[in-house]
């Protein structure tokens, strides 16, 4: 059994490079990305970037690219989509979604806390639920308010697991369970502080919506996993309590009761 702080370090996408099998997370992204409550996000984060005037486009944590590639299809003519993650497994991934298409996209391997840009490059950068990923916060923001040409657009999403909320029958443990993994994470309310991190940095025009994003119950199973293992061998939760739970929660779903999400906030800024 590993300790929390390695199980916490492998929720990061990076640590899909250490993977024996990628499979499952690509997986399991995919399908995230896939329900209606993402994709409403997706569409809002394209209309506060206002791509029809954008020349140059990072996206930051690109992921599997697929929406480094819907925003090469959204730019004028002699544009041009960056995706950067610090994963080679998904830029590898993004790449090869890409063979084969015409659209003006690159990827590349590098960290969001040193981007691989001179100042000035893009006028428009998207970043999707990547600051609960990295340790220092607000130097993410700071690069990308450094990477962006004034006047440029940044548009950013994360989620709040403090605002995760879950059906069951049993509060106690269901309320252990879930400020376990919020409390856990790199930073698990980075949500709430998207938009201070965004005035901090130098951005004006910062403006905060929030989303309820309702999650898939075989997303949420397979994210859980290892939260769960790890709650038994900190001795916050018996295996028997565990065990208990997760039959209750599986009876629900069978009877088409099961219920769960949290709130993300989508937050646009521009630079002076």
Known sequence: MQSQQSWVDLRSFAAVD?????????????????????RKVGVAMTEGLRLAQARAVLDLGCGLGDDTLAMAAEIPDGGQVTGVDVSRTMVAEATARALGMSAPVSFSVGSALAIP???????RCRAQSLLQHVPDPPAVVNEIYRVL??????????????????????????????????????????GR???????????????????????DYDLFMFTMRRP?????????????????????????????????????????????
């Open 228 to 272: 769960l293992a790890q709650l038994v061998h900190d001795r916050v939760l018996t295996a028997r309590d565990v065990v208990h739970w997760l039959r209750e929660f599986e009876e629900l779903h069978r009877a088409g009761h099961y219920l769960g999400g949290s709130v993300g906030y989508l937050v646009t800024a521009t630079k002076d």
């Open 193 to 215: 502080q998207l938009p201070r991190l965004y005035r901090e940095a130098g951005f004006s025009d910062v403006s905060a919506v929030p989303y309820p994003v309702s999650s």
């Open 149 to 190: 040409q004034p006047g440029g657009r940044a548009a950013a999403f994360e989620f709040d697991l403090g605002t995760s909320v879950l059906d069951h029958p049993d509060r106690s443990t269901t309320r252990t369970i879930l400020d376990y993994v919020t409390d856990a994470a790199l930073d698990g309310w980075i």
């Open 18 to 38: 250490d993977a024996d099998d990628p499979a499952p997370l690509i997986r399991a992204l995919d399908v995230g990305k896939a329900s209606p409550s993402m």
């Open 117 to 123: 840009f001179p100042d000035r490059t893009f006028d």
